[in-house]
């Protein structure tokens, strides 16, 4: 397993990677990883000759640079568990190599005024570093396939149009999420909730399998099972910035006819950790 901290050193190796006729997935993580990434690493070693890893803690889809200092970082524990599932690299840059000038005139991509809903709504500063930073990694490594966890739904829905409308050649691949026997979305920031908060923390999944069971086509405008869950989940201790419902291609709030799958988001916090879920589902006519 190599480990590259250089951009230039990487796109090196990449070069020769191609000229082989091998093919790469790029599986982009902040680290301190889980099954939820390895679950990652098995779909692009499916899918592709070569699997590259990168792990950096992007500052700009945080709030300020203290928000991403928080970040738990495990690089020595990451190392072992990507060398004992056989990633062939790993790309765990330094800022400097990533944003340089400490970050004077940096050239952002930026998602459109009219997407401003939801994670992007509470968070105007997030998608911005996410697209930024994913849009770098395309352009050093040139994957054939980038594979990103469902979990963080609507940044994948982002990637997507990111992938189509700057014409990158890349197959984007959108992994289910990986839970704990507890029902619990597996999360870098799991580790950072304490005793009491991780026993409440399934909540929020069996909240939305609750209101999954409720839905059928002809009661999604009477949404009162919408505010049942809402209340529950404030009476275990949660504070919502999110409880929603969507159609799961368009990420709309209003629901059609032509609607036939739907998407549960729920982004909530217990005690300082904000955590997210979401259940998709197909419409049953």
């Not at 790469?24 to 899918?47: D, F, R, S, Y």
């Not at 014409?167 to 920031?189: E, F, K, M, T």
Request: charge should be positive; include cysteine.
């Amino acid at each position: 397993m190599y480990i590259i901290r250089d951009p230039k050193i990487l796109y090196n190796k990449v070069k020769k990677i191609h000229k082989k006729n091998n093919t790469i997935a790029l599986i982009p993580t902040m680290g301190n990883l889980h099954l939820g990434h390895i679950k990652l690493i098995e779909v692009g070693q499916k899918n592709a000759d070569k699997v590259i890893v990168s792990i950096f803690v992007n500052p700009m889809q945080f709030k300020n640079l203290n928000d991403s200092k928080k970040y738990p970082r495990s690089l020595k524990e990451d190392f072992k568990k990507l060398k004992l599932n056989n990633v062939d690299i790993v790309f765990c840059p330094r800022l400097k190599k990533m944003y340089l000038n400490n970050f004077i005139d940096q050239i952002f991509v930026n998602i459109p005024s009219s997407y401003n809903i939801l994670e992007s709504k509470n968070r105007p500063y997030h998608f911005k570093g996410v697209m930024t930073i994913v849009s770098k990694l395309f352009n050093i490594i040139s994957p054939e396939i980038a594979c990103f966890g469902k979990k963080d739904f609507q940044q994948l829905f982002f990637i997507k149009k990111l992938v189509i409308q700057m014409n990158y050649n890349i197959q984007i691949l959108g992994v289910p999420i990986v839970r704990d026997n507890d029902g619990l979305a597996l999360s870098s920031r799991n580790i950072l909730l304490n005793s009491k908060e991780r026993k409440i923390a399934p909540e929020i999944y069996k909240t939305i399998k609750w209101i999954s069971k409720k839905i059928n086509k002809n009661n999604l405008k009477n949404n009162n099972f919408l505010k049942k869950a809402y209340k529950n989940l404030v009476k275990h201790g949660f504070k919502i910035d999110i409880l929603t419902i969507r159609d799961s291609k368009t990420l709309n709030k209003k629901l059609t006819k032509k609607t036939s799958s739907i998407i549960i988001l729920c982004s909530a916090w217990i005690g300082k950790v904000r955590l997210i879920d979401n259940l998709e589902m197909l419409l049953k006519n």
